[in-house]
């Protein structure tokens, strides 16, 4: 192999193609042209001599032998970083500037407030740009274009080298009624859960959920009366009808209605809900973000 043929942005390009395994987005990530990141993997085969990365209907996959080369190149550039470059210290409460935050409905209802009271107490010059997003994988979409700098939600489908996540908030299911309705007092098993008309939050509007799943592996079925896209509606609407909903249990807490419904725990297992904090490995050693990220963990765990 001739050594001198391999400069650092080879290195580094092979590192990008790595984690992004799309040559785009590693272009755009070195900011250089598709071109200029098409012909830098051509000259990494040559001197390599290994295809390195075969295309594939979900990306880039890497061979054998570049996923023996990803580690200890990712840390070889790492080291050099650490030593040649000085990372300015940040001072949040010094900062002005803007962060991006992906959130699905429950983090935006449920955690926003407590984290943008932190933050107003440690960094008031930093503002948030809130995007929404319901499917899990559009999280993985927003990060991948740049759009956003983390998210919070539930974990994708798939897994990705470049996507990491970290639980952060879990949630267990409650059955909620009216507190004047008379399952309040007679209390909730199975044969009233079924005799009673259900509500189903359901962002893509299907008319099935994990209750219904759980319903059917034991030969069961409800009544659906009402299906909306919108979780946060279902206590209002089920405190001033003779409906039942089973949600997550701080959606009931944080509603003005809660305190005109009685909580009874679902008659059928469920399973726990936890909402992960997620983020691009490319903005792993972003300090501003690694802060951020910090806080965000901070402020889960105190609720």
Do not use: C
């Amino acid at each position: 192999m001739d050594f001198h043929g391999i400069d650092l942005n080879l290195l580094a390009a092979f590192d990008a193609l790595m984690r992004e395994r799309n040559v785009t987005r590693a272009a755009t990530q070195m900011g250089v042209s598709q071109p200029a990141m098409s012909a830098a993997l051509s000259r990494l085969r040559e001197l390599l001599g290994d295809p390195l990365f075969m295309r594939s209907a979900s990306g880039l996959l890497p061979t054998p032998r570049a996923r023996e080369l990803a580690d200890p190149i990712a840390q070889a550039l790492r080291q050099i970083e650490a030593t040649l470059v000085k990372k300015p210290e940040f001072v949040p409460g010094k900062a002005a500037f803007a962060l991006n935050l992906g959130l699905s409905d429950y983090p935006a209802f449920v955690l926003l407030p407590a984290l943008l009271e932190a933050l107003g107490e440690q960094a008031p010059g930093i503002a948030i740009n809130v995007h929404a997003f319901n499917d899990r994988d559009d999280a993985v979409n927003l990060l991948d274009a740049g759009v956003i700098d983390a998210a919070i939600g539930v974990p994708p489908t798939h897994p990705e080298g470049r996507i990491l996540t970290r639980p952060i908030l879990r949630d267990e299911f409650v059955t909620i009624v009216a507190s004047q309705h008379p399952a309040a007092r007679r209390g909730m098993n199975m044969k009233t859960y079924l005799s009673l008309p259900h509500a189903l939050a359901s962002p893509e509007g299907q008319r099935h959920g994990l209750v219904d799943q759980a319903l059917a592996q034991q030969g069961k079925q409800r009544t659906l009366a009402l299906t909306l896209p919108q979780m946060f509606a279902l206590p209002s609407v089920v405190a001033r009808t003779g409906m039942t909903a089973t949600v997550m249990k701080r959606v009931a807490l944080s509603s003005p209605a809660g305190h005109k419904l009685v909580f009874f725990p679902p008659p059928i297992p469920l399973p726990e809900i936890v909402f992960h904090l997620i983020w691009h490995r490319r903005s792993e050693g972003n300090l501003a973000q690694q802060w951020l990220r910090a806080l965000i963990e901070s402020v889960a765990q105190a609720l």
